[in-house]
């Protein structure tokens, strides 16, 4: 079956570096997804990775292993408006997307 | 201010009424989606259109119904709405078969 898995919820500093794992399980693989979605809002894109390595954009960075079916996003610098859910999403082979449960990142000052 | 817009934003709803939430976008995005949203579920597919005059189904699509006459607008028609319907409801669109999502602002339904 189709899986994508990443943890409940996370706590972390301000000013700290966190990582979110995502793991996944799907019939194909056609990219990965990272989004950021603040309580009571709707989902925004952070990021999409296709190629194994890692993506760079600001304080955020994702990567990607294919061969491993593992991602992760880095959060540096955290800030207190990064409390949030970030969803983790695998592209399968029909370009849809299966979504995991989200990750809840509670950030302390 | 291009994007997706959703109407209502929220509503409660008696349980055998039909109820239709709307969605509209200005990007001229050939692909329209519907998800709803559940408490320590992902984003689960009700429908999707991968361009105007077509729809298909996804993940949990029963009692739940499409259109897309054109390729601005997206409603979802819940027939007769039951209890496990009650969740949040997330329109999105993207310019291409595997592009990034834009998502409304969500519509919280509530089914008594």
């Known amino acids: 079956g189709q899986n994508i898995d990443q943890p409940t919820e996370m706590t972390a500093t301000e000013g700290a570096i966190v990582q979110i794992n995502c793991t996944y399980q799907t019939s194909g693989f056609n990219g990965l997804f990272w989004y950021q979605q603040h309580a009571g809002e709707a989902p925004t894109f952070l990021s999409y990775n296709v190629l194994d390595g890692l993506e760079e954009k600001g304080r955020f960075s994702s990567f990607l292993s294919r061969s491993k079916g593992y991602s992760y996003l880095l959060l540096k610098e955290l800030q207190m408006k990064d409390s949030a859910s970030y969803l983790c999403a695998c592209q399968d082979s029909n370009y849809q997307l299966i979504w995991g449960a989200g990750t809840k990142l509670i950030i302390k000052p | 201010i291009a994007g997706i817009t959703q109407a209502p934003t929220s509503q409660i709803l008696a349980a055998g009424r039909r109820m239709t939430l709307r969605c509209t976008q200005d990007m001229r995005h050939n692909a329209m989606y519907w998800y709803r949203q559940d408490l320590g579920l992902g984003l689960r597919l009700i429908h999707y259109s991968n361009t105007a005059g077509t729809t298909g189904k996804g993940e949990v699509p029963d009692g739940y119904s499409v259109s897309r006459a054109n390729t601005d607008d997206f409603p979802l028609t819940l027939a007769s709405a039951v209890p496990s319907q009650t969740s949040v409801y997330f329109c999105?669109?993207?310019?291409?078969?595997?592009?990034?999502?834009?998502f409304g602002e969500g519509s919280r339904l509530t089914v008594l």
């Open positions: 999105a669109s993207s310019d291409a078969e595997a592009g990034e999502l834009f």
